[in-house]
């Protein structure tokens, strides 16, 4: 066995200087000496079935080897916080998260469990939500006022597909608390979700179906031209149901993953009181919001009401995957999910994997965001977020000046979506959208949406400049077409902190040089379809997870 020693840590200068060569290796990633200075180096998929393509390891090599393996890994990985990434906010890099997040894993604590797994890495996650709650505006306590297991009242999650899991199953066993003994089948009713299915996340739709509540019984509540749910059927839509479905919850959206638009909360706290039901918030993109005074005033009042909040960190707080948060109001709201609630009561037990749905065993992943809370500060984190908001509206004015493209919704803090269709072919709709057949209306759909991807993939693969894709409805009827069918879009979304004016504009300049490129062949392809010499397919719309 000896032989084998050098693959497992024994602290010796020899492994301390291959830990340090990862680092560096992994640095190269960040400087983009490793990615030739792009955000990628584009190959498709059988590009890495092929070059992956090997039997199962039969004999041990150097343990130094690992480093060509870690080269080849990052050379084709996406680099998310490269300044021409502008698709998505998940930069990851923020340092103090980076620095938490590497010694999660060297001191690889288990979260189920206090005695002999993680006994400071449990309290250190029990304070990091008492400080969310505290940032929310629910009621919150020091460390030395937390007397029981029962009173932790948040959980840390893989992603907010999981904290929407939760926040369901919560609200769902607290309204029908018998299914826990006798399960859904035992209910005479149907029990109901009401929420805005254009501008909902797809996890929400994947949780009825996960928890058995049933897809069906999802109750769309209109959506408005701005992308924000539409409240006014609300009190209809609950008169008209069915008298064995039982609604209880509304999900409101707190920045949208389709254009990070923010419901009006307080609108759902006065609905929800007076209907008795939970109100989860999916604040999964703008949580970051809470951060700042002005902004959680502007885009989140009303949110310390809600019964349920989900957070992404690793989204728009710049800490680095996996970092989601699901908090409730009440406390000892999780304490229904275990087998002996008394022993969470009693103070005797601090095993955070008790009360926990879902998890077993996990690690450390709450130190990341303990870490950039602790080292940067409210004030700091407040800074960057109202930097990052004053950059994103910069770009949202750089792209509609360009005459060269339609935007779908108002930008309110960092994410906008917009089509190809450059200005004089905009006016021609707008003096003509509503006259034009249904086939016309089908044919200049398919053509904006052909020269979007095209613009949009073209430079993605060229590793140039990255901008998001997925499927939109046009809720306000921007583009002038008149039509109930999805747009291909592309998407912005302002989440890296170390964004300049100076890095958008070099970033959005790419984008313009080749929409322009496009815009002659463009127009003729556009005048063609009123002369019949031009049949377009249609587009794939399943784009990304802001599309499912």
Same mark, same amino acid.
């Given at each position: 066995?000896?032989?084998?020693?050098? +693959?497992?840590?024994?602290?010796?200068?020899?492994?301390?200087?291959?830990?340090?060569?990862?680092?560096?290796?992994?640095?190269?990633?960040?400087?983009?000496?490793?990615?030739?200075?792009?955000?990628?180096?584009?190959?498709?998929?059988?590009?890495?079935?092929?070059?992956?393509?090997?039997?199962?390891?039969?004999?041990?090599?150097?343990?130094?080897?690992?480093?060509?393996?870690?080269?080849?890994?990052?050379?084709?990985?996406?680099?998310?916080?490269?300044?021409?990434?502008?698709?998505?906010?998940?930069?990851?890099?923020?340092?103090?998260?980076?620095?938490?997040?590497?010694?999660?894993?060297?001191?690889?604590?288990?979260?189920?469990?206090?005695?002999?797994?993680?006994?400071?890495?449990?309290?250190?996650?029990?304070?990091?939500?008492?400080?969310?709650?505290?940032?929310?505006? +629910?009621?919150?306590?020091?460390?030395?006022?937390?007397?029981?297991?029962?009173?932790?009242?948040?959980?840390?999650?893989?992603?907010?597909?999981?904290?929407?899991?939760?926040?369901?199953?919560?609200?769902?066993?607290?309204?029908?608390?018998?299914?826990?003994?006798?399960?859904?089948?035992?209910?005479?009713?149907?029990?109901?979700?009401?929420?805005?299915?254009?501008?909902?996340? +797809?996890?929400?739709?994947?949780?009825?179906?996960?928890?058995?509540?049933?897809?069906?019984?999802?109750?769309?509540?209109?959506?408005?031209?701005?992308?924000?749910?539409?409240?006014?059927?609300?009190?209809?839509?609950?008169?008209?149901?069915?008298?064995?479905?039982?609604?209880?919850?509304?999900?409101?959206?707190?920045?949208?993953?389709?254009?990070?638009?923010?419901?009006?909360?307080?609108?759902?706290?006065?609905?929800? /009181?007076?209907?008795?039901?939970?109100?989860?918030?999916?604040?999964?993109?703008?949580?970051?919001?809470?951060?700042?005074?002005?902004?959680?005033?502007?885009?989140?009042?009303?949110?310390?009401?809600?019964?349920?909040?989900?957070?992404?960190?690793?989204?728009?707080?710049?800490?680095?995957?996996?970092?989601?948060?699901?908090?409730?109001?009440? /406390?000892?709201?999780?304490?229904?999910?275990?087998?002996?609630?008394?022993?969470?009561?009693?103070?005797?037990?601090?095993?955070?994997?008790?009360?926990?749905?879902?998890?077993?065993?996990?690690?450390?992943?709450?130190?990341?965001?303990?870490?950039?809370?602790?080292?940067?500060?409210?004030?700091?984190?407040?800074?960057?977020?109202?930097?990052?908001?004053?950059?994103?509206?910069?770009?949202?004015?750089?792209?509609?000046?360009?005459?060269?493209f339609v935007k779908l919704n108002e930008m309110d803090f960092y994410r906008m979506a917009f089509v190809y269709c450059p200005k004089d072919i905009h006016n021609w709709l707008k003096n003509n959208g509503k006259i034009i057949s249904q086939e016309q209306k089908e044919k200049i759909l398919n053509l904006i949406n052909k020269y979007t991807h095209k613009i949009n993939q073209t430079l993605y693969e060229a590793g140039a400049v990255c901008l998001d894709e997925y499927s939109l409805h046009d809720m306000g009827n921007r583009i002038k077409l008149y039509t109930k069918e999805r747009f291909l879009v592309m998407a912005i979304t302002m989440g890296n902190p170390l964004y300049t004016k100076t890095s958008i504009r070099?970033?959005?300049?790419?984008?313009?040089?080749?929409?322009?490129?496009?815009?002659?062949?463009?127009?003729?392809?556009?005048?063609?379809?009123?002369?019949?010499?031009?049949?377009?397919?249609?587009?794939?719309?399943?784009?990304?997870?802001?599309?499912?």
């Amino acid at each position: 066995m000896k032989k084998y020693n050098e +693959y497992f840590i024994k602290p010796t200068k020899k492994q301390e200087e291959l830990l340090k060569k990862s680092i560096e290796i992994g640095m190269e990633f960040f400087d983009g000496s490793l990615r030739k200075n792009k955000f990628l180096l584009y190959k498709d998929p059988t590009f890495f079935f092929k070059r992956l393509n090997e039997s199962l390891p039969i004999n041990p090599v150097k343990v130094e080897k690992s480093l060509d393996v870690l080269r080849e890994i990052g050379k084709y990985s996406i680099a998310q916080f490269d300044r021409t990434y502008l698709s998505f906010p998940d930069s990851g890099n923020s340092l103090p998260g980076m620095i938490g997040a590497i010694f999660s894993k060297m001191i690889n604590q288990n979260l189920i469990g206090f005695d002999r797994s993680a006994p400071i890495a449990t309290v250190i996650e029990i304070q990091l939500i008492e400080w969310l709650r505290e940032l929310i505006g +629910y009621e919150h306590k020091s460390l030395k006022e937390i007397k029981s297991l029962s009173e932790v009242s948040g959980m840390v999650v893989t992603g907010g597909h999981m904290a929407n899991h939760v926040a369901i199953m919560a609200a769902l066993n607290n309204r029908f608390p018998e299914i826990k003994e006798k399960g859904l089948a035992s209910l005479n009713v149907s029990p109901v979700i009401l929420l805005s299915k254009k501008i909902s996340h +797809y996890s929400l739709d994947s949780a009825v179906h996960h928890l058995g509540i049933g897809k069906e019984n999802i109750i769309d509540i209109p959506t408005k031209r701005d992308f924000r749910t539409d409240y006014t059927k609300l009190g209809q839509i609950i008169k008209n149901l069915p008298k064995n479905k039982v609604p209880f919850m509304i999900v409101g959206m707190a920045g949208n993953t389709r254009t990070a638009n923010l419901d009006n909360i307080n609108q759902l706290v006065t609905f929800c /009181r007076k209907n008795n039901l939970w109100l989860h918030i999916d604040a999964c993109h703008g949580g970051s919001l809470l951060f700042s005074e002005k902004l959680k005033k502007k885009f989140l009042k009303g949110i310390e009401k809600s019964d349920s909040v989900s957070i992404d960190p690793h989204k728009s707080l710049f800490v680095p995957y996996p970092s989601s948060f699901v908090l409730f109001k009440k /406390r000892d709201i999780l304490t229904m999910f275990t087998r002996y609630p008394e022993k969470a009561r009693e103070g005797q037990i601090w095993d955070l994997g008790f009360i926990t749905p879902f998890y077993g065993s996990r690690g450390f992943e709450s130190l990341s965001f303990w870490m950039l809370i602790k080292i940067m500060g409210i004030k700091g984190i407040k800074n960057t977020i109202e930097y990052r908001n004053g950059l994103a509206k910069y770009a949202e004015k750089l792209i509609e000046e360009s005459g060269l493209f339609v935007k779908l919704n108002e930008m309110d803090f960092y994410r906008m979506a917009f089509v190809y269709c450059p200005k004089d072919i905009h006016n021609w709709l707008k003096n003509n959208g509503k006259i034009i057949s249904q086939e016309q209306k089908e044919k200049i759909l398919n053509l904006i949406n052909k020269y979007t991807h095209k613009i949009n993939q073209t430079l993605y693969e060229a590793g140039a400049v990255c901008l998001d894709e997925y499927s939109l409805h046009d809720m306000g009827n921007r583009i002038k077409l008149y039509t109930k069918e999805r747009f291909l879009v592309m998407a912005i979304t302002m989440g890296n902190p170390l964004y300049t004016k100076t890095s958008i504009r070099n970033s959005l300049g790419i984008l313009f040089k080749k929409a322009k490129k496009e815009e002659k062949y463009f127009k003729n392809d556009f005048k063609n379809l009123f002369s019949g010499k031009r049949d377009l397919n249609k587009l794939d719309l399943v784009k990304g997870p802001a599309g499912w």
